[in-house]
């Protein structure tokens, strides 16, 4: 928690239009801003702003949590005369020490945009004062005028004034924008590491992808992050699938046997339909399937690997014997399993191979119960569930044949 | 009325808004605040930029205060002249070096090991904010060192209206 009083800089030399539109406009912007960042990074923040040219500095506003009585503030401000930088400096800090809530802590944000008149030994006399009464410093430093007696008058004020590191000072070279530059600093830093940027606007570069899976904020979009980690499970289920495909096929010359079994193990489900048939079926889908994830491996990775599986099945099945004549095994493979299902033709594979692919799809446990458990308010342990599954299941299968 | 008849007001202590002028970062007022943190060698409130240290207090309800305890190493660091106001909370160090204290001490050895030192009762019956001003150490070192403070005393209401619970609640 914080009280802040910004010191402007509303000197002669703030006409000046190395900064766009003028130093002094640039200024005000990021007044703006600052007092937006703070007063939103925590609801008892207050700001304050006062000038430091004039006949003498005056406090236009004291710390108020009201951002739009700051914003109005700077819209009345008038350039005139010059910066009385150590009478600005401390008037701030009684404004400071009479702060309504003595929990929040002082802070001074000052910005110089012309050349500092007093000496460096008085600036180090008034930051010893400050450090004194526990008020943190925020130097902005601009404006090309006496640049290098400002910047080492200001780096000894700042030196003094520092205590556990909670002041700094921003030199922000002309012709950029100065609040842009302010924003990525320290300054527009909350005391303990998080930034105001990022909940404020979100739009900070880099600190949006920070802490979040597909870089999207859940609590902003739940239905697209949802979306997303549907979409991200399945593609894992298709990956893992895809990789006990290929170990079955790398596998010992069996191992057709062993699909063989898989889709008998599948078989069950179908008790109810054409037994024989059905089993036909499956075992003729596993096959196309296997065949179908091993294309797609040994043409290189090439194959569109999200494209749904059952699609490619079926050119997959045509050309079962004219795959890749390199490939042994997969070919000795592929004739046993034929032998061993008999005359089966791979037209009907194919022609069942959408409706068998969503059986597949339903009948792979894991998987299911992996969607199932990412939507919300539904259990997959449920009973009645299970049952409409396995009803589901048996009446695809039926299809198929 | 003597100094030890109170007791330690600890629990009476706004912690949030204590606050410790002048105090180094790594040596706060906790240091020689709070109960564990007082009592260890190793732990100490340290002067920063010079030997003054303003110390606000603030209380969760009016107090009265009997004693006050200020516990340092013996030494050129050690606290000399201890300033107490009352109910002055934005009390600045200006002010505290040219205004009237409500009390003022010059410690000796004895109260440096933790003899309570006898606040005149009836100049603080109804505190809720103690400044206590450490102007200037004995050995006229850079900085001050205090091992402990503890505050002495009793509420001045005997009723805690946080600790008021809601009536007929067993009942129903």
């Known amino acids: 928690m914080e009280a802040t009083v910004v010191c402007v800089d509303n000197s002669e030399w703030t006409r000046n239009g190395d900064y766009a539109p003028t130093r002094f406009q640039a200024q005000a912007d990021a007044v703006n801003l600052l007092a937006g960042a703070k007063t939103q990074a925590n609801p008892e923040n207050t700001v304050g702003v006062l000038t430091m040219a004039g006949k003498t500095p005056r406090v236009l506003v004291t710390p108020t949590p009201d951002l739009g009585r700051v914003l109005n503030s700077m819209q009345a401000l008038e350039i005139e005369g010059e910066a009385n930088l150590s009478s600005a400096v401390q008037i701030a800090q009684l404004a400071l020490k009479h702060r309504q809530n003595k929990n929040q802590r002082q802070r001074i944000v000052l910005f110089v945009g012309s050349p500092i008149r007093e000496d460096k030994a008085t600036l180090v006399k008034i930051a010893k004062k400050l450090k004194k009464n526990n008020v943190a410093v925020d130097v902005v430093a601009f404006g090309s005028e006496g640049e290098e007696a400002n910047t080492e008058k200001l780096e000894a004020f700042r030196e003094a004034v520092n205590s556990g590191d909670n002041s700094h000072l921003v030199t922000v070279p002309a012709g950029t924008v100065l609040s842009d530059m302010l924003f990525s600093s320290p300054i527009f830093q909350v005391e303990g590491g998080a930034g105001y940027g990022a909940p404020a606007g979100g739009a900070e570069g880099g600190g949006v992808s920070g802490g979040y899976d597909f870089g999207v904020d859940p609590n902003l979009d739940p239905e697209l992050a949802l979306a997303l980690r549907v979409s991200m499970e399945e593609e894992r289920a298709r990956q893992s699938a895809a990789a006990a495909a290929t170990i079955e096929d790398a596998g010992a010359a069996g191992s057709s046997a062993a699909a063989a079994e898989g889709a008998a193990g599948a078989a069950p489900v179908a008790a109810a339909g054409d037994e024989a048939e059905a089993m036909d079926e499956d075992a003729l889908l596993q096959q196309a399937l296997a065949m179908s994830m091993q294309a797609d491996q040994s043409g290189g990775g090439k194959a569109p690997a999200a494209a749904p599986a059952p699609a490619p099945a079926a050119p997959a099945a045509d050309q079962d014997m004219a795959l890749d004549a390199a490939d042994d095994e997969l070919q000795r493979a592929l004739q046993m399993s034929m032998a061993g299902e008999g005359e089966a033709s791979a037209a009907p594979a194919a022609g069942g191979g959408a409706p068998g692919g969503v059986a597949d799809m339903l009948g792979d446990s894991d998987y299911l119960a992996s969607v199932l458990g990412s939507l919300p308010g539904v259990d997959p342990s449920d009973p009645a569930l299970q049952g409409a599954l396995a009803s589901l299941n048996s009446g695809a299968a039926g299809g198929g044949s | ?172």
């Open chain 2, 1 to 172: 009325m003597s100094a030890s008849a109170g007791a330690e007001l600890l629990d009476y202590i706004s912690w949030p808004s204590v606050e410790c002028l002048n105090a180094q970062p790594a040596h706060g007022a906790a240091n020689a605040l709070k109960q564990g943190y007082r009592e260890d060698d190793g732990l100490w409130l340290e002067s920063d930029t010079d030997e003054q240290l303003l110390l606000h207090i603030q209380f969760n309800q009016a107090v009265k205060l009997s004693g006050l305890v200020i516990k340092a190493e013996a030494g050129g660091t050690a606290p000399r002249t201890v300033k107490l106001f009352t109910n002055q909370p934005s009390l600045g160090f200006s002010e505290a070096a040219s205004e009237r204290p409500t009390q003022e001490f010059a410690l000796s050895d004895d109260d440096l090991v933790g003899r309570p030192l006898t606040l005149r009762f009836v100049k603080f019956q109804n505190v809720t904010t103690l400044s206590v001003f450490i102007e200037d150490n004995r050995g006229g070192e850079d900085t001050t060192r205090v091992q402990k403070i503890s505050l002495l005393g009793q509420p001045a209401e005997k009723m805690d209206v946080a600790a008021i619970k809601k009536v007929g609640e067993e009942e129903g």
